[in-house]
């Protein structure tokens, strides 16, 4: 009997493998592994890896190579031995300087490019599969169905198959294990530095020559605000304008290391992460960029130098827009550009031709410029007799001549031979009573006689009507019908951005599907190191590839977690349905290339396979497979020794302090009331390791003293920082608030948000114009500090059922004014996430809740997610499908109580929420 049909179901990459790698409870074991204790701290790459680039230029940037750097520290040294009068050494650093100079402008004094090596840990798990299963019951098949397997209830949730046994480690095994084990395939969101994360897959996972294809959609300049987005429900982004600043710590540093020399920080960016890109390709495989015009020039030969000129294939021209606005002119085009691992000429890269249909329109009315009736008549479309009598030229109104003329064909009159002399080809051939020679040193396409007696090629096309002659030459009837499409070329009209954004910088899904088809197949890796909302992943997907993208904005990785586990997809029948095999790639829609030899040999036409159209199953409805959400060591919480030796050695922190204090005092603390609003009247800065200033501000019963613990710049305060603050502010016993500053904070820290007797201990986040001093327009000094809530999570028993639920009840916000906690709207949250058999190493997203935004959009989200919605669309399913919508369990998705769930002695339940900002807090909840 055949395999029973799901009528929800995801693709599963089962013969794909990946490097098992720790999850972030076990943050530290790996440190054990032989791979990790026994493997460099940095990887050097070659700053040009092509050997054989012949006389290719070079692209040159200030500090592309490190001489500019150690000739600024030379200088350094020369001017502090000129005053501190040491001559003999003075002398000595001059001849060194003088040598660096001309080094600096005659040879290559550094050939490679040294990269940390860091640790990815899982996260999270989700499986959106799962997830909508829940949303649906199977009810008994429809007396019709001949297939019993349609009534078949789903598998349990089985999470160390779906996660490719990632989870199932015995706890012993765990650290030898890591990294020298391979677990089942499951794709990844990551978050961190794309340099370092693709350099960690490099080289600490060995997946040098895995991926098939690179898209990267890096910022197109260098403007400031332009790829950023503050909250997860609002894209309104306005380059320039100072509200739309980036909040994310990371992404200024980026921005301050990064763009500091403008261009030349440009290149250098975007150079660093594609020597990595080259590595980790397939010698098959394609890297694409995409990039507007305002540096496109700079990014082909910045290419040039990474991959080679050799291995350049594309350049597209994406149009975008059809209106100008600018003064002169102003492009309408994006350009996505293409480079192979390997040379052009070698033949390595995989390689799949695109089709669209030719338009019946005034250009190819130009190409096709005849047109037959079906009585054999022939006129040209431009100078054309209509049915009223009129002369018309039909190329201004291609819809007319169909209209007109509703059988018509149109065809253009093809040569019909070509170079060289054959036997049996370059003879004369009579036609109609004429005789038409090839020419001198020419033959005819096919056959005017055969040795075998069969009928000769001409003779077949004159039969089928498919010769027309003209005065001196004889010509092959090429009908638009033979084969009404064309290959795609690197001219892409009619894209623009994409449809429905939820994302500030979003492409269009079109871009990408292009780029994926002509270059892999399904089961093929695609990597992202520029992930926005998620397109590629979401293309990847769709397409049944394997995917990795990466971004540093928690914003960007929560819309594009959201909109992976909310998306739904075609079905495409596979070609070995049976086991579900992806490699073997989906069933094609093909169609007839009718041509002169298939005709003139009496052949079947060849067939072109159109590798955009997969047949589609619709009695299926498909969603996203399992996937894990990572995150990178490098953005661990800074330790509280850490955090003292940044306090040490950033010269500049005086001044960020000192700014900190400034708008503590015109602005004060936001409490998420407008009412609530505590306002510093004196700070005074302190010396003490955990605390490092105390203020006071006016309270109903008079004025209170408050400590301040200031967290890292660009990092994550940390749990130990926090409790060693806590310790500090106890033992002082002077204080009645603990504010806690930082731009973000340890998962799980909002623990501590909590009242301790004397004191209130409070998580202020940090807003984002304190890290914009000298960048802001102006001066802004609202709401720079806002507390974070707690949420206020309850677990409610059925104890008769044997079941219980979690309910978010709120947000939990101290007020100093009047010392009470105060209940908020709980959509500040976002969206939250239940694990409710938690096993303490590994979250596993069992059910998902939607709180933030417009219910609307959610319903409309609903809609789109299952097609189910209408009545219409309802009845359909519910005969087709064999499913019924558990309407309960719909509206609970947008809401704060959670689906029952069973209760194991002894287990624990953990709950995720994530705020409009992107921030999240995890609580374990123990169950007796």
Not at 28 to 41: I, L
Not at 300 to 306: G, H, I, K, Q, S
């Amino acid at each position: 009997m055949a395999a029973p049909k799901k009528p929800v179901k995801a693709y599963k990459h089962k013969d794909a493998t990946r490097a098992h790698i720790p999850s972030g409870e076990e943050a530290g074991y790996e440190a054990g592994s032989d791979k990790v204790a026994g493997g460099p701290e940095q990887v050097r790459l070659p700053l040009n890896p092509v050997l054989t680039r012949g006389q290719d230029p070079e692209l040159f940037w200030m500090h592309k190579y490190a001489t500019d750097e150690r000739l600024a520290g030379l200088l350094g040294e020369l001017e502090s031995a000129i005053k501190a009068g040491s001559h003999d050494e003075a002398r000595l650093l001059l001849e060194r300087t003088r040598e660096t100079i001309q080094q600096r402008y005659t040879l290559r004094d550094d050939d490679s490019r040294a990269i940390d090596i860091r640790s990815l840990y899982r996260h999270e798990h989700v499986s959106p599969e799962t997830l909508i299963r829940s949303l649906h019951r199977i009810v008994e098949a429809m007396p019709e169905a001949k297939d019993a397997g349609d009534a078949e209830q789903p598998d349990l949730f089985a999470p160390a198959e779906l996660f490719g046994n990632a989870i199932a480690h015995e706890e012993l095994d765990k650290v030898s294990d890591y990294y020298t084990h391979s677990d089942g395939w499951t794709n990844r969101l990551i978050q961190g530095d794309s340099h370092l994360v693709m350099t960690s897959l490099l080289e600490r996972e060995g997946m040098a020559g895995q991926v098939q294809c690179i898209y990267i959609d890096p910022p197109y300049g260098i403007k400031y605000g332009s790829n950023w987005q503050m909250r997860l429900n609002n894209r309104t982004v306005t380059d320039g304008k100072d509200e739309d600043i980036s909040g994310e710590p990371e992404q200024i540093k980026a921005f301050r290391d990064t763009w500091e020399l403008g261009i030349h920080s440009y290149l250098g960016y975007l150079r660093d992460r594609l020597l990595v890109a080259r590595a980790l390709l397939h010698e098959s495989g394609s890297c694409f960029v995409q990039i507007s015009d305002e540096n496109v020039h700079l990014v082909r030969c910045l290419m040039d130098e990474v991959f080679g000129s050799e291995c350049f294939y594309a350049e597209f021209l994406v149009k975008k827009k059809g209106s100008q606005k600018a003064e002169y002119i102003e492009a309408v085009n994006d350009y996505v550009i293409w480079y192979g691992r390997s040379p052009k000429d070698s033949k390595l890269t995989k390689f799949k031709a695109l089709f669209e249909r030719v338009a019946l329109d005034s250009e190819t009315l130009t190409e096709y410029k005849y047109a037959e009736l079906p009585d054999g008549t022939m006129f040209d479309v431009a100078n054309a007799k209509s049915p009223d009598g009129d002369v018309f030229d039909y190329r201004l109104s291609p819809r007319r001549l169909f209209l007109d003329f509703p059988k018509v064909r149109i065809f253009r009159a093809n040569p019909l031979t070509s170079g060289g002399v054959r036997k049996n080809q370059s003879l004369p051939f009579v036609f109609h009573g004429q005789t038409f020679n090839p020419g001198s040193g020419n033959c005819w396409k096919t056959t005017v006689q055969t040795d075998d007696g069969s009928k000769p090629g001409m003779t077949v096309l004159a039969e089928q009507k498919r010769l027309i002659a003209g005065d001196k030459q004889l010509r092959f009837k090429s009908y638009h019908d033979d084969f009404g499409y064309q290959r795609a070329s690197n001219w892409w009209d009619g894209l623009g951005g994409a449809s429905n954004p939820v994302y500030v910088v979003q492409t269009n899904v079109e871009i990408v599907k292009r780029c994926v088809l002509m270059t892999t197949d399904p089961g093929d890796l695609i990597l992202d190191p520029t992930c926005g909302s998620g397109t590629t992943a979401y293309v990847a997907e769709q397409w049944g590839r394997r995917w990795i993208t990466i971004d540093t904005s928690r914003i960007a990785l929560n819309i594009a977690k959201t909109r992976l586990m909310t998306a739904n997809f075609p079905y495409y029948e596979l070609y070995d349905q049976d086991h579900c095999d992806l490699r073997l790639g989906f069933q094609y829609k093909k169609v007839p290339h009718i041509t002169l030899g298939s005709i003139a040999n009496n052949e079947p036409p060849a067939e072109e396979t159109l590798y955009d159209q997969p047949k589609v199953d619709r009695k299926r409805l498909r969603v996203a497979g399992p996937f894990t959400v990572e995150t990178l060591q490098s953005y661990e919480p800074v330790s509280p020794e850490e955090l003292a030796r940044q306090r040490e050695s950033d010269s500049e922190l005086a001044n960020f302090e000192d700014l900190i204090f400034e708008h503590l005092r015109s602005a004060g603390v936001k409490t998420g009331d407008k009412r609530e609003n505590a306002v510093f009247t004196r700070i005074d800065r302190l010396s003490h390791a955990s605390l490092h200033a105390e203020g006071w501000y006016p309270a109903a019963e008079g004025e209170k003293k408050a400590y301040l613990h200031i967290g890292p710049k660009f990092g994550t305060v940390s749990k130990q920082a926090v409790t060693e603050a806590i310790k500090a502010c106890r033992d002082r016993r002077d204080a009645d608030w603990l504010l806690i500053l930082g731009f973000a904070f340890e998962s799980g820290l909002l623990e501590t948000t909590k009242n301790f007797g004397s004191f209130q201990v409070s998580l202020v986040r940090m807003h984002d114009d304190l890290m914009q001093q000298g960048l802001l327009k102006k001066d802004k000094k609202a709401a720079s500090f806002v507390t974070i809530g707690e949420p206020d999570i309850r677990l409610h028993r059925d104890e008769k059922a044997g079941t219980a639920t979690v309910e978010i009840a709120g947000l939990d916000i101290y007020d100093p004014i009047q010392d009470v906690v105060n209940s908020r709207d709980v959509h500040d949250i976002n969206y939250w996430m239940l694990d409710d058999d938690y096993d303490g190493s590994n979250f596993v997203v069992r059910q998902v809740f939607f709180c933030g935004g417009d219910k609307d959009e959610f319903k409309a989200w609903q809609k789109g997610l299952t097609k189910l919605a209408a009545a219409k669309t309802r009845k359909k399913a519910e005969q087709t499908l064999k499913i019924e919508i558990d309407e309960e369990a719909f509206e609970s998705l947008y809401g704060h109580i959670s689906r029952p769930f069973a209760i194991k002695p002894g287990g624990k339940v953990a709950v995720r929420v994530i705020s409009q900002f992107g921030e999240e807090t995890t609580k374990i909840l123990e169950l007796e």
